[in-house]
Structures are given as C-alpha cells and as structure tokens.
C-alpha cells in the first residue's frame, strides 16, 4: 500500500479517448477492469502502486466550453503503476485500473443536493472541496478535518443511486471505511444540538461581485439542514416591526359565497403577524437539539440599529451562543408567543415537556411564562448576514453594532477559480469582444487596474461575479438590439457602473473620451470594445493570445 491511500485523479484533455469510453460502459462493476495509462506532470513523489484513485472526468478545452460528457466522480481505481519523470515538472507515466464506475458523474451541487449533511465531513478534499481551485491531475488525499474519504464515498454512492455493496464486492477493504463514514454521518443528524465551528453573529464583506451571498450560501448548506434556514434581504425602509412581528390589518369575509361565487361582505380586523427574527427564536427556542440559521441579504441597505432595535442587545453572546442579556418581550409579541407554544408550533404534548426539562423549568406552563416574559438567543440560532459597503445609498453601521459581529471580508479575486458546478470557473469563461474572444477575468482585472491607477477604493472594484456566470454568454440578448448576452450585461451593469458610480469622480482617468455621456460611451463600447478605456491592452485579455488593441479598429 502507498504511504499515503488516496489520491484524486482528473483526467482532462490528454486523455479524452478514456473519458469517452468510461463514460460509454455500463456502470457498476467491471469485470475484467478498465486499464488506461495517464501521463502528466507534478504528481506527488511518495505516489506508489496501490493507492487508491477517485477518478473526475475533466474538461477537454481551458474556456469554459460544455464537454460532450457531464463532468464530475465517475469512478474507483487502483494505481498499478508509476513511473515517476526524474523532476517534479517531468512526465511521469500512472498505470490505473478501474474496478468499479458509478451511474453517473457526480459533481459538488450533486453531492450537496442529495447529501448535504455528509458533505461538511469531506469539504475540505481535494476538487470536491469548498475553496479547492488547483487543476493538477493527481492530488493526494492527507488525512485531517473535513478530508473524510469515506463519507465522500458514501455520498458518491447516494448521488448516484449507486449500490455500496457493489463497490465492496470489488474493494472489501474499503467496507469499514466507507460504514463507518456512513454512520458517524447518520449519528450527526441524529445530534443537532452539537454546535457548529462557525461564529453565531457573522457578516461577510467586501467589493460587488466577490461572491458573498454565494460563499454564505455553501457555508450554511453545510452546516444546516434548509428547511433549518431562513433568509430576509433588508432594503432603506425595513423596520423593526417587519423584522420582529407586528399587528397589521387582515381581511376576512363574514359571511359564505353566494350563489355567484362572491362574498356579500368583508371584515378588516388585526392580527399579530411574526417576522423572521422571531420565527427563527421561536423555531430554535423550541428545538434545542437542532440549529438555525437567519440570513440577512445587504444588511446595511436599511439601517441595522433601527431594525434590530432593542434586540441588538440580544448579540452579546456568551462562549456557548446564548445571549449575555435578556430583553422584555413587547406586550403584543407575548400573545403570539403563546399561540406558538399551544397551536402553531406543531408541539406536541410530550415535547413541550422535554423542552421544559431542557431549560430546567418543572412544567410546562413555567416554560411558557419563561418564553413570553423574556427573549434571549439560545445557542442553537446562527445570524449571518452580508453587507456592500461600496454601493450608494447603504446606511453606516455604528461601532458598538459592528463589535457584536464576526466579519470575514471576502478578497476581490477569491472567487475567479471557484467551481461553478461544471468542472469550470470564472477565470475559465471566453466571450466575444467585438468579434474578439477574451477571457471575462482578464478584461476584469484590467478594469480594476485601471481604476486601482486612478486612486478608487478597494471596495469599489469588480469581483469575479460582478456579472453573473449566465450572462458571460455570446447568444443574442433579448433586447431587439442584436448584442450579444455579454454585451448587454456589461452595458447595462458595468458601464453604468463605472460610469455613474465607482468612477464618476475619476472619468479622464478610465475612459478614453471623458467627454462622453453615458449613451457616447455605449456607442463607442460596441464600435471599439476595450478602446473605450484608457490603457488596456487587447492583447492581454484575448483568449487566442494574439493581436493588439488595433485589431479592432481595422475591424470597423
């Protein structure tokens, strides 16, 4: 056996006759096994035959372009072979031997949707990984937290509708493993109460485009189950009220339809209506062997102190998550605090006494004069939100509101290798520029260079999805002009954008006619492309590597 058990091997362009034909044979066992021999470069020096390979089916082109197969975990094999180049950047020769093909390739949005609770066990590994971004053929697999082989295994199988017991007819030494794996993931949805290695108050920040509801959202599917998590996106006139609960009037009809289908007349009357906040408490408060999760999108787009209120006080928390202080509970929340407890809830009458136990009251009744005397965040209620401090009209957040939070800022390039679900990133993506293909990324960076050169601030530059990955597409947009997807997309955001926004103050230095308006510069865009800007170089961007700037003039 090598030193090391477990590898991951993509096989990518230099090996397409392969992927076709792993891809073409029928799944599950294979008897005899699928022999193929890979050359590549930087593979681990302590590989040794033995080892075992998750083998990927890559991509067969570096732009982004969709492969005739479906990319992802195809298969197990065995190395039976290696012949090692004499320097780590060498060729070096893998003998590999398929013993076992799952019905499908299975990629990371497989292995969340149908396992979500297996994949913080192995989120860490290598390709599958949350924050992976290397594209070297043969990755080791060390052991550490999050680097689960089997769990990972386990949940290939479950993505795939694949049987395990056929993957131990081939590997019988992988059984305890891959059980194992399988039940320690089991017993983790058994005991939600455990809490999780992430901060209770969290904010993620940083430029547009960086990716920040994104990294939130693959955080928290790994850590909570959905129906666990809630999401409320603030705008300048969210209150308090709608955040926490409030009467608000309801109509109803006091009388049956008649004969025409129609109510003879309708009543107005009040009712307490419960805001995220507060079906989330009540939700977690109920539920203490279980944790949730509140969102809040764009958290400074409404004024944070206004909204949280009183409740902000709730944020000082203690080292197990519960808050440091308690708050009174407003009069008119009380009632639908006891309307939770005896009928909407869905609490059942031997729950309610296991949740009196857990808080230590002696009944049930002292639990509900617990709950609607006073508020306090149990351990098990997670608030994460996002916030852009670039955009206008966002509201300052207060020093004594910021200190109650975790921040973790998110760089403005972090993102560019992410993978998209499909074996490719951002940095991948070529779209046409005027008949020119370039990479998305490149001409990016050019841009967040320019405007680095003219002194605009950080958060004021492009992130990698600044334009969604949809719109980097050269089909024709829907606007009766004739452009192209990308082209439209980056009119419309990120001229605009830079326009009237990250660069009003610094037009001379980042376009080429400062004396054009916004239209000027839209007509100018679809006639020169990057000659719009000053000082970018076509050359630099182009995706077949060759040309310069003039090559679109010469076009007109």
């Known amino acids: 056996m090598s030193e090391f058990e477990f590898v991951t091997l993509r096989l990518g362009k230099d090996s397409v006759e392969d992927i076709k034909a792993i891809d073409e044979r029928d799944a599950g066992i294979q008897d005899p096994p699928y022999d193929l021999s890979v050359v590549c470069k930087q593979v681990p020096r302590q590989l040794k035959s033995g080892a075992y390979a998750i083998i990927w089916l890559g991509s067969d ?85 999050r680097r689960d082989v089997g ?28 059980k194992g794996s399988y039940d320690k993931v089991a ?42 998590m809630r999401r409320v996106t603030f705008y300048p006139d969210y209150t308090y009220s709608q955040f926490l609960g409030s009467y608000r009037p309801y109509a109803y009809d006091d009388a049956p339809r ?71 509970v407003p009069r008119d929340m009380e009632d639908a605090i006891v309307e ?27 639990m509900l004069d617990k709950l609607k005397s006073s508020l306090a965040l149990p351990g098990n209620m997670y608030i994460w939100a996002t916030m852009n401090s670039a955009d206008q009209g966002v509201f300052p957040m207060d020093t004594a509101f910021k200190r109650r939070w975790n921040f973790r800022y998110m760089d403005i390039d972090a993102g560019e290798n992410s993978d998209l679900g499909d074996g490719t990133s951002i940095s991948d993506k070529v779209v046409s520029l005027c008949g020119v293909p370039i990479y998305w990324n490149k001409f990016r960076k050019a841009l967040n260079d320019l405007m680095r050169d003219a002194h605009i601030n950080e958060d004021k530059l492009l992130g990698p999805f600044f334009l969604t990955p949809s719109a980097l597409s050269d089909d024709i947009a829907a606007d ?28 001379p230095a980042l376009f080429a006619d400062d004396t054009a308006g916004y239209f000027g510069l839209r007509t100018r865009f679809d006639r020169t492309g990057v000659d719009t800007f000053n000082g970018i170089d076509l050359s630099s961007i182009r995706a077949d590597g060759v040309g310069d700037s003039s090559d679109l003039r010469d076009g007109e």
């Open 61 to 145: 082109n570096s732009k982004g372009m969709q492969t005739d197969w479906k990319q992802g975990i195809r298969a197990i094999a065995t190395i039976t072979q290696v012949d090692l180049g004499e320097k780590h950047n060498d060729d070096s020769t893998i003998g590999v031997s398929i013993g076992y093909i799952f019905q499908k390739s299975i990629d990371k949005i497989n292995l969340i949707d149908s396992y979500a609770t297996a994949y913080k066990y192995f989120a860490c590994l290598p390709i599958v990984g949350l924050n992976d971004y290397s594209n070297q053929t043969v990755r080791e697999i060390e052991s550490g937290p």
């Open 151 to 178: 769990a990972l295994l386990a949940a290939c199988g479950k993505a795939s509708s694949s049987s395990l017991d056929d993957i131990f007819v081939v590997y019988p030494e992988l059984q305890d493993l891959i």
């Open 187 to 228: 017993d983790s949805e058994v005991r939600y109460s455990e809490r999780i290695s992430q901060p209770h108050n969290l904010i993620f920040f940083g430029a547009p485009g960086t990716g920040k509801s994104y990294q939130l959202n693959a955080l928290a599917l790994q850590n909570f189950k959905r129906e666990h």
């Open 258 to 328: 008649d004969a025409h289908g129609t109510h003879s007349k309708k009543q107005i009357t009040y009712e307490y209506v419960t805001g995220p906040f507060l079906d989330t408490y009540l939700d977690a408060v109920t539920h203490p062997h279980e944790n949730y999760l509140l969102i809040v999108e764009e958290i400074n787009r409404a004024n944070p102190a206004a909204v949280f209120g009183d409740i902000f006080q709730l944020l000082d928390r203690k080292p197990d998550g519960v808050s440091e202080y308690r708050v009174a």
């Open 340 to 366: 939770y407890w005896l009928l909407s809830g869905g609490l059942e009458y031997d729950q309610k006494n296991e949740i009196a136990e857990f808080y230590g009251m002696p009944s049930q009744e002292s």
């Open 480 to 507: 009766d002009n004739g452009d192209s997807v990308f082209t439209a997309s980056f009119k419309d955001k990120v001229l605009l954008y830079l326009y009237e926004d990250a660069g009003k103050m610094h037009r």
